[in-house]
């Protein structure tokens, strides 16, 4: 099995701990890691402040680059979202035939990260070593868009030593929405509030997810409030062993 | 640094004492919600509706094991009408007239506005009973008869708390849900000039009841909503929880309903699909207490003489536009605003519409020809809890970015946004992704220009300009040395 890894900008820009974790895991799992060095965004960030014909551009530029992939690894839902939900749109309005086909033949070899370790590798139990009170975090897009629906859990719970503590309002946003956290900074805020409360509650040591975008909101404000608890994407999480346990930073 | 406290940041900010629901003169989202976010109270009181009527909702969807096959029926049946839309509507006409009804047909609020004063003043009616519709509202009907001489009594118990209150809706279904109880109180002493009125909920009613009672009695002309319209019997259908609506139904000689096109069905038998979505995702109810249905004159019982004001009010701008359309499918629930987590923070108010929540961020702009409230597309974290819940599956999230794209097309052409911040960063942010190396200059570019802000703990507490933004809440973890894929190209170069 070889899986190309699309890091997406701002995992390549801000966690790249996220994406060495998801090296480490799939090889682990025996799974051959490509790495496109031509790749950069998928153009959620512009199809979503309304700019169109960009988005449509990035689009186009992450479909040609990926046309010849066995399988194409993602480790952020809104990413994968973003594609699967937005990009026949932009090619229905902006695209040609030809682009549209070759989309078509590509999204089904598109998956989330949870997605393609449950329903690609067909595995649970990574083999992972994570002795810490974890609360997951189900991003907006991985539960409504992706509906990830157990995944997630079902990987948490096989891991050793993990002991995983519910989250209350498990469906409600963290207002990171992406420009949406500095359009109506405010408002952002009052929802991110909310969510950290129920966070807090849980106890937990680390806060995780499959989307770093939330993780850096949440993280940013327990940071800010010197809560104690960290955040964590799930892939390092599912790296952790033994042997060769986690990488943490900041 | 000290972390700031959301008030202190707030506190910034100019303060608009009064709600504006005219989109019109209304500020931009971000600044209408200002006022409300340092309301606790009132935040503490939407929180708390809302999350009732959610979990009642949920609990009465669960126990429907063919939802999504009504939601699916009930799509299907809109769109169909939305896309005969005339012929349903002169069907409906027709239906209405042969039963002894007038239809008339308003371009916009202020030819439906001036339709109901005439049909007034033929009366001679210098009162009149109303009952509970945001449509009036939206076409700003009340203080427009109030300053032609026609005193506006409204007979919903929530719109009574308003009116009395001189407050705005902040939810289209549980209008008053910011009110609570003891501000009821106070509202009713003051204006029905009660002593000693307790804010016992039996003490309050009673009251409203009085209040009401001697209106449906005294007060020949009546102006109603629509739920729904039935192109094929020419009937109007409204729902209601209290019975105030069926005093009014039934006790008036004149009833004037108001009715926006798309409340259009084209069957009677299509109501069996809505009446069992409608309750359920508006108030948690199987069924709701009152579901008045009448089709013209009926000689010797009820209202001898009904008018129908068909209003498009910028509908029929919506028609035939691919994902806009399916805006018109609304039946006005409100599942979308308790679902909201924007809503929840913000309450009604802040949208600057008589529509708040999700619905009213996609369908005032639209009705307002995209030339006002162009910040409510942006109103949202595009969470899909909207569209999860919308009995007509009204794809919200779907429209609002269909709408960021017509109102992005709008302003960048402006001058004014050539230099802003948000748009110079975006065009920036498209050429630096259309090339691979570009995008590694500028991440560097950023690592540099960011580690003058970075502090000793590696975090990023205060940034300038928009990045404000986001630290005045949130710190932000300052960029790591190595990108993933430097880190990857220096693996690759090992491993050789």
């Not at chain 2, 929530?158 to 910011?178: F, T, Y």
Request: charged share 25%.
């Amino acid at each position: 099995m070889r899986a190309s890894l699309f890091i997406t900008c701002y995992n390549d820009t801000l966690f790249p701990e996220t994406g060495r974790a998801v090296v480490r895991l799939l090889e682990r799992l025996g799974v051959e890691v490509e790495f496109r060095a031509d790749q950069t965004c998928c153009g959620q960030m512009h199809a979503n402040t309304g700019f169109r014909g960009e988005a449509f551009s990035q689009a186009k530029r992450l479909v040609r680059l990926y046309a010849d992939a066995e399988a194409v690894v993602i480790p952020s839902s809104s990413c994968v979202a973003m594609i699967r939900d937005q990009y026949s749109g932009l090619f229905e309005e902006l695209g040609n035939d030809a682009l549209r086909k070759e989309f078509a033949a590509l999204v089904p070899r598109i998956y989330e990260l949870s997605e393609f370790l449950v329903d690609k590798l067909g595995v649970e139990d990574v083999g992972a070593y994570f002795p810490h009170r974890v609360t997951y975090h189900a991003s907006c897009h991985g539960l409504r868009a992706l509906q990830l629906g157990e995944r997630p859990f079902r990987l948490l719970s096989k891991v050793r030593g993990l002991d995983l503590v519910p989250l209350e309002n498990l469906d409600r946003c963290c207002g990171f929405g992406g420009t949406f956290s500095v359009k109506n900074a405010e408002v952002s805020s009052a929802m991110l509030a909310v969510k950290l409360d129920d966070v807090l509650a849980t106890g937990a040591e680390f806060c995780t997810a499959l989307d770093n975008s939330c993780l850096m909101h949440m993280g940013g404000a327990l940071h800010r409030k010197n809560a104690g608890m960290r955040t964590i994407h799930m892939a390092q999480i599912l790296a952790s062993t033994e042997h060769q346990p986690v990488e943490l930073i900041g | 640094m000290r972390a700031v406290a959301e008030h202190e940041v707030l506190a910034e900010h100019e303060v608009i004492d009064r709600p504006i629901l005219d989109p019109a003169l209304a500020p931009p989202f971000p600044v209408a919600a200002l006022p409300v976010l340092r309301n606790l109270q009132l935040r503490r009181n939407v929180a708390h509706a809302i999350d009732v009527i959610q979990a009642k909702r949920a609990r009465l969807v669960a126990e429907k094991p063919d939802w999504q096959a009504l939601r699916a029926s009930a799509s299907r049946i809109k769109d169909e009408a939305l896309q005969n839309l005339g012929a349903y509507l002169e069907q409906f006409e027709a239906r209405c007239a042969a039963a002894g009804g007038t239809v008339h047909w308003a371009s916009d609020a202020a030819d439906a506005r001036r339709i109901i004063l005439e049909l007034l003043r033929e009366e001679k009616a210098d009162e009149v009973i109303k009952i509970k519709t945001m449509t009036s509202a939206e076409i700003q009907l009340n203080p427009f008869l109030e300053a032609n001489g026609v005193r506006t009594y409204e007979t919903d118990l929530a719109e009574i708390i308003l009116q009395l209150g001189e407050g705005e809706p902040s939810h289209i279904v549980v209008s008053a849900l910011h009110v609570n109880r003891s501000q009821v109180r106070e509202i009713f002493a003051r204006r029905m000039g009660i002593e000693n009125l307790s804010d016992e909920p039996e003490a309050l009613t009673a009251a409203a009841r009085n209040y009401l009672r001697q209106k449906f009695l005294s007060v020949p002309t009546a102006i109603s909503g629509a739920n729904f319209l039935i192109a094929e019997t020419g009937s109007v259908a409204v729902v209601e929880s209290e019975g105030n609506g069926r005093m009014c139904l039934t006790l008036p000689r004149t009833m004037i309903t108001l009715a926006g096109i798309e409340k259009v069905l084209p069957r009677f038998a299509d109501l069996e699909v809505m009446l069992q979505l409608l309750a359920r995702s508006a108030t948690g109810e199987r069924m709701n207490p009152y579901t008045s249905l009448w089709t013209g004159v009926t000689p010797g019982d009820g209202p001898q003489k009904f008018h129908v004001v068909l209003l498009d009010n910028g509908r029929s701008s919506i028609l035939g536009r691919k994902t806009e359309q399916q805006t018109l499918r609304c039946i006005r629930c409100a599942a979308c605003m308790n679902a909201c987590p924007v809503y929840r923070q913000t309450g009604g108010h802040a949208y600057g519409s008589v529509y708040p929540g999700p619905i009213g961020a996609i369908l005032t702009p639209q009705l307002e020809q995209m030339r006002h409230a162009q910040s409510l597309p942006f109103a949202s974290s595009l969470c899909g809890a909207c569209y999860e819940v919308c009995p007509v599956k009204i794809n919200i999230p779907e429209v609002l970015l269909e709408l960021r794209a017509r109102v992005t097309d709008q302003e960048r052409k402006q001058v004014s946004r050539f230099f802003d911040s948000l748009y110079l960063g975006l065009r920036a942010a498209n050429v630096i992704f259309s090339r691979a190396w570009l995008f590694h200059a500028a991440q560097r570019m950023g690592r540099t220009a960011l580690r003058f802000f970075t502090r000793k703990d590696g975090w990023i507490h205060a940034l300038p300009g928009i990045g404000a933004k986001w630290t005045q809440t949130r710190d932000l973890r300052g960029l790591p040395k190595q990108t993933f894929h430097d880190w990857w190209t220096d693996r690759q170069r090992r491993t050789k």
